[in-house]
């Protein structure tokens, strides 16, 4: 009889999810990262991907979108196009677990990523809580302020020691030639030498 409910016992315990544990904090493993020519590689990718107890293809996508590059996984490990601070990349990981593997309600991972028509819900097989899944807000681009070949409105506001005007764009001077102080004119940047632009007059 014992071994009887014992062994049903184990049955139940092997249809449910396997829990994190509550003795200790849940632990994502410490991202390896170094720079490699003009890439950046995290070389333990498929060891947090694991723990994550997510596909890596999309946890790949999200790291990418994160970081505005390119890349792509290469055996256990993952290289993004471009130089990137280690930090940085383990803050990308940390914001990926927070929105794609924590329950909000009972903070267990013990999660699964499940479709709902179009929307993506985060379920909790620890607690059988279930939210959508965040979607942050992707910064537009800033566009630079001073751009070779484009048109602007100045006004002269100095004249240097070459007799030159002077104007502000941002953070641009902008040397102007034959004008006068006080002068609104709109010219044409030639050329951009760190933060100075030359110009014409239009």
Known sequence: MTNSY?????????????????????????????????????????????????????????????????GKIEGTRAVFNGKFEKQFIADIIEKYTTDYVICSECGKPDTQLVKDGRVTLLRCDAC????????????????PALEEGKEYDVTIQAISRRGDGVAKIDKYTIYVPKVQKGMQVKIKITRISGSIGFCTVV
């Open 128 to 143: 059988g809580g279930h939210r959508p899944i965040r979607k942050r807000r992707v910064k537009a681009e800033k566009p």
């Open 6 to 70: 014992e062994a049903l016992l184990k049955s139940a315990y092997s249809n449910i999810t396997e829990p994190s544990g509550d003795d200790g904090r849940f632990q994502v493993p410490k991202s390896r990262v170094f720079v490699e020519g003009k890439t950046t590689v995290l070389e333990n990718f498929t060891e947090i991907v694991s723990t994550l107890r997510r596909e890596p293809d999309q946890v790949m996508k999200f790291m990418m979108g994160e970081l505005g590059t390119s």
